[in-house]
């Protein structure tokens, strides 16, 4: 705790904004899946959790964490746990003919994918990263609708509980993934360089 607050002042006030942040939607997050325990069916909570687990290792992937490289494999392993768990979700929305909830998972594997390639593509392939976010862009707009379906059940569903908790939820997890997209396209090496760059 302490070398992340060494760490946290020591960077320029609009990066430790972003910090504090983005580790505040993380946090929601989390309470968000002990709300999912509470209130949510087995199978959101699943959902969520897995999703949590995904989103804190794409952190560590694109936000610069630097760890020994024993820990690569344990990483690795958690991350294809937690992608069968978000697999198990698909299939169980499906089962239970929950088809919001499986069309809107369906988009944010997508989202996922895409995000997989942005990672992996050199940086000199621009046409295909501008493909990519074009891609994503798209994506996270069907995502926006989702989350304006369940506003809208919020106000006449037989269960406006249920509906306000998923309009939450899809709000923070875009939030979440902006914060993901921000790390991925390099918003503190961008400010580095130009503080680099500047005259003395």
Known sequence: MQAWSTDAASKPRHRRGFVVFKWTIYALLAIDVALYARYGRLTELIDTAAWLVLLLLFEWETGGWKLPPRWRPVLHGVRLLAAVAVVIAVVGYALERVWLDFANETVWLGVIALLELEVRLP?????????RR???GA?????????????AMGFGDENPQAAWLDTWDALLWLVA???IELNV???DARA?????RAPA
């Not at 994506?139 to 506003?151: E, M």
């Open 192 to 196: 580095d360089a130009r503080r680099i």
């Open 139 to 151: 994506l996270y707009l069907a995502l926006v609708g989702f989350l304006l379906t369940w506003a």
């Open 177 to 179: 993934f902006v914060v």
């Open 134 to 136: 074009l891609a994503a």
């Open 123 to 131: 940086p000199d392939a621009a046409r295909l990263h501008r493909l």
């Open 185 to 187: 396209f390099g918003l």
